[in-house]
T-cell receptor, first 112, second 112 residues
Framework: DAGITQSPRHKVTETGTPVTLRCHQT?????MYWYRQDPGHGLRLIHY???????DKGEVSDGYSVSRSKTEDFLLTLESATSSQTSVYFC???????????FGPGTRLTVL | GENVEQHPSTLSVQEGDSAVIKCTYS??????FPWYKQELGKRPQLIID?????GEKKDQRIAVTLNKTAKHFSLHITETQPEDSAVYFC???????????FGKGTRLSVIA
C-alpha cells in the first residue's frame, strides 16, 4: 500500500461547513496528489505537490485548497463544502524508485 | 491539456476468453501510460504500465501495447477469470512523477 493512509475514511457534513482531509505517508515520497472520483468521470486531479510547500492546481481545483508543511502530510481543505463536492477522494504518491503512482484507501465524503 | 478517451465503457466476456480495452490520448508529449484495476469499494491498483521507449510489455496474462504514432494504447487480458471482473482505468502522463489524466473507465464482467 506504499505506506499511505487517509483520514477520515468516511465523513458526512453539511453544506457550508469547512472540511479537511488528511493524507499521510511514511516512506518519504516527494510527489503527492489529490484526485476525486465520480461516476462517469473517472479520476480527476484536484491539486498536487512536488515537495514541502510546493503545490499546484489540477483540473478541478475550484473550491479546494491544499497545504504541505511536512513531507509526510498533504492536507486537502474544502473551505465551504457544497453538495457538488460529494465524492470519493483519493490521495496518491509517486515512488522514488520506479516513478509509479500508488493510491491511498480513499475518503468517502457526503455533503448534505 | 491532455485528454484520454477509453473504450468500451462496459465489456462482458466468457471465462477463458480474451478482453481488450483501448485508449487514445491527445498530447504527443505524454510518455507514461499506466493501467489500474479497481474493485468495488477499493482503491485503484496499478497492474501494468508502459513507457514510450517500448511498444509492448507483458506480465503473465496481462499485456499492454503502445502506438505512439497513432497515440493509442491497449490492455489485453488473456484467459480471463471471474476475479478479473472490475473497473479498469487507463491513464497518461509525462512521467510517473507528473499528474496523470485518466480515462473514464471500463467495467469488465467475466461470466463463468
Amino acid at each position: 500500500d506504499a505506506g499511505i493512509t487517509q483520514s477520515p475514511r468516511h465523513k458526512v457534513t453539511e453544506t457550508g461547513t469547512p472540511v479537511t482531509l488528511r493524507c499521510h505517508q511514511t516512506e518519504n515520497h516527494r510527489y503527492m496528489y489529490w484526485y476525486r472520483q465520480d461516476p462517469g468521470h473517472g479520476l480527476r486531479l484536484i491539486h498536487y505537490s512536488y515537495g514541502v510547500k510546493d503545490t499546484d492546481k489540477g483540473e478541478v481545483s475550484d473550491g479546494y485548497s491544499v497545504s504541505r508543511s511536512k513531507t509526510e502530510d498533504f492536507l486537502l481543505t474544502l473551505e465551504s463544502a457544497t453538495s457538488s463536492q460529494t465524492s470519493v477522494y483519493f490521495c496518491a504518491i509517486t515512488t522514488s524508485l520506479g516513478n509509479e503512482q500508488f493510491f491511498g484507501p480513499g475518503t468517502r465524503l457526503t455533503v448534505l | 491539456g491532455e485528454n484520454v478517451e477509453q473504450h468500451p465503457s462496459t465489456l462482458s466476456v466468457q471465462e477463458g476468453d480474451s478482453a481488450v480495452i483501448k485508449c487514445t490520448y491527445s498530447d504527443s508529449a505524454s510518455n507514461y501510460f499506466p493501467w489500474y484495476k479497481q474493485e468495488l469499494g477499493k482503491r485503484p491498483q496499478l497492474i501494468i504500465d508502459i513507457r514510450s521507449n517500448v511498444g509492448e510489455k507483458k506480465d503473465q496474462r496481462i499485456a499492454v501495447t503502445l502506438n505512439k504514432t497513432a497515440k493509442h494504447f491497449s490492455l489485453h487480458i488473456t484467459e480471463t477469470q471471474p476475479e478479473d471482473s472490475a473497473v479498469y482505468f487507463c491513464a497518461a502522463g509525462y512521467s510517473g512523477n507528473t499528474p496523470l489524466v485518466f480515462g473514464k473507465g471500463t467495467r469488465l464482467s467475466v461470466i463463468a
